[in-house]
């Protein structure tokens, strides 16, 4: 299970809009560096900034300065400079924070306030009903706002605060020509994810 956590390293998180599409990790990395996005090997489950990071993704007026050099090796998985994670979950998880907006029932419209009873953070993607109509609730249909998502599947550029960066179109276009798959994005901040813990 992902920790839910006050704080943590702020990232960006694309996933496939199918929240079960379960890519490798391998894929993953490849489509990564197809993309530009993402270049040479950090670690286990990371990469450098590939060569077109600053065209695919726009930082906005308020952006911090923007690092690629790792200060030292205990700074990967950090939010000290921009890098890319990849974490592969064995099912379809919610990824939020103390930060996500909260959602309303797409049937009746009521503000789901109990949404963290329901689906805490890190857990699967399981069916539940609303408190108020009781209809059939799943979280990634839900309309987060950015704020959160759903996936078994995360590119993360660690480093990204929301309303920093706007991932550019030709972000998505890359991904989908080279994985076939519609994609979409999301800001947290967490821990480093465990893949091992679920």
């Not at 270049?39 to 286990?44: I, W």
């Not at 994985?179 to 999301?186: D, K, R, T």
């Not at 967490?190 to 813990?197: H, K, N, T």
Request: charged fraction near 20%.
């Amino acid at each position: 299970m992902i920790q839910a956590v006050d704080a943590g390293v702020p990232r960006l998180v694309l996933t496939p809009r199918d929240a079960t599409a379960a890519p490798a990790e391998e894929a993953l990395r490849l489509w990564c560096r197809e993309t530009g996005l993402a270049g040479a090997p950090l670690g286990d489950h990371y990469l450098r900034a590939g060569e077109d990071f600053l065209r695919l993704l726009v930082f906005l007026g308020c952006s911090p300065t923007v690092s690629f050099e790792m200060p030292d090796e205990a700074a990967i998985g950090s939010g000290s400079f921009y890098h890319v994670a990849i974490t592969c979950l064995p099912a379809p998880t919610l990824r939020a924070d103390r930060m996500t907006l909260t959602p309303r029932c797409p049937a009746c419209r009521e503000a789901l306030q109990e949404w963290r009873e329901l689906w805490p953070p890190g857990s699967p993607a399981v069916e539940a009903e609303c408190p108020s109509c009781a209809a059939g609730l799943r979280p990634e249909v839900l309309n987060w706002r950015r704020s959160a998502g759903v996936g078994s599947a995360f590119i993360e550029v660690l480093g990204i605060h929301a309303g920093t960066v706007q991932p550019a179109p030709a972000l998505f276009e890359r991904l989908k020509t080279v994985s076939g798959l519609e994609w979409q994005h999301f800001f947290v901040s967490e821990l480093p994810v465990d893949p091992s813990l679920h």
